[in-house]
C-alpha cells in the first residue's frame, strides 16, 4: 500500500501563491499517473490535474494556466504550483494515483484564498 502525504497549505490572499507536495512511500508510485484533487465544502471530490509516467500533463480548464503540476521520481514527490490563486480554490487538496486508489487517500491539506 502507498501512503500519501500532502503537505504545503495555508491561507493566502487572492492573487497570491502556494506549492502543494505530496510524498509517496512506495514504489509503485514511479509507475503511475499521479493526480491532484480537490474537495470544496459541499462539493464532491474532482480532479485538478495529473502528470503521466512520461511528463505529459492535464489540467482542470478552471485552474489551466494557473496551476503546474511535476513530479520529482528521485525522492517520490508530486508538486503542485499554484499561481494567481482565486477565492473559488478554496479547498482541501488531495494527490492520489490516476485513477484513484481508494485506499491510499491521505489527510489531505487545505487551501484557503481569502478575498
Known amino acids: 500500500q502507498v501512503q500519501l502525504v500532502e503537505s504545503g497549505g495555508g491561507l493566502v490572499q487572492a492573487g497570491g501563491s502556494l506549492r502543494l507536495s505530496c510524498a509517496a512511500s512506495n514504489r509503485p508510485f514511479r509507475l503511475w499517473t499521479m493526480g491532484w484533487y480537490r474537495q470544496a465544502p459541499g462539493k464532491q471530490r474532482e480532479l485538478v490535474a495529473t502528470h503521466t509516467t512520461g511528463s505529459s500533463t492535464y489540467y482542470a480548464a478552471s485552474v489551466k494556466g494557473r496551476f503546474t503540476i511535476s513530479r520529482d521520481r528521485d525522492t517520490n514527490t508530486v508538486y503542485l504550483q499554484m499561481d494567481n490563486l482565486r477565492p473559488e480554490d478554496t479547498a482541501v487538496y488531495f494527490c492520489?494515483?490516476?485513477?484513484?486508489?481508494?485506499?491510499?487517500w491521505g489527510q489531505g491539506t487545505q487551501v484557503t484564498v481569502s478575498s
Open positions: 492520489n494515483a490516476n485513477p484513484p486508489v481508494e485506499d491510499s
